[in-house]
Nanobody, 123 residues
Framework: QVQLVESGGGLVQTGGSLRLSCAAS????????MAWFRQAPGKEREFVAA???????YGTESVRGRFTVSRDNTKNTVYLQMNSLKPEDTAVYYC?????????????????WGQGTQVTVSS
């Protein structure tokens, strides 16, 4: 079973930066779409950003210009660079993977999920 393991979360002040990483346990994920979702307390899980195996990226409007998704296929790893963080970015951030580059923001389309990493932005 392929596993996705996130790291890099933590506590940061408003305006600060964090870089999340998600490492896959197998190289088969290299050809997958890899994405980031987040879930704040009492809210539904929401799409943040995704990267295709070839490097195409897509991000939700609320994070464009602040968050950047990228991947290193040689390391089976996807990253989320988060800059200019705001308190409303506080959430558990999840890595996910799926086979095809369509319906990107739909969480129910993803086959693989990590355990999540907490990001807390203090005001």
């Amino acid at each position: 079973q392929v596993q996705l393991v996130e790291s890099g979360g933590g506590l940061v002040q408003t305006g600060g930066s964090l870089r999340l990483s998600c490492a896959a346990s197998e190289r088969t994920v290299t050809t997958y779409v890899m994405a980031w979702f987040r879930q704040a307390p009492g809210k539904e899980r929401e799409f943040v950003a995704a990267a295709s195996w070839s490097g195409s990226t897509y991000g939700t409007e609320s994070v464009r210009g602040r968050f950047t998704v990228s991947r290193d296929n040689t390391k089976n790893t996807v990253y989320l660079q988060m800059n200019s963080l705001k308190p409303e970015d506080t959430a558990v951030y999840y890595c996910a993977a799926k086979g095809q580059w369509y319906h990107i923001p739909r969480a129910d389309e993803y086959d693989l999920w990590g355990q999540g990493t907490q990001v807390t932005v203090s005001s």
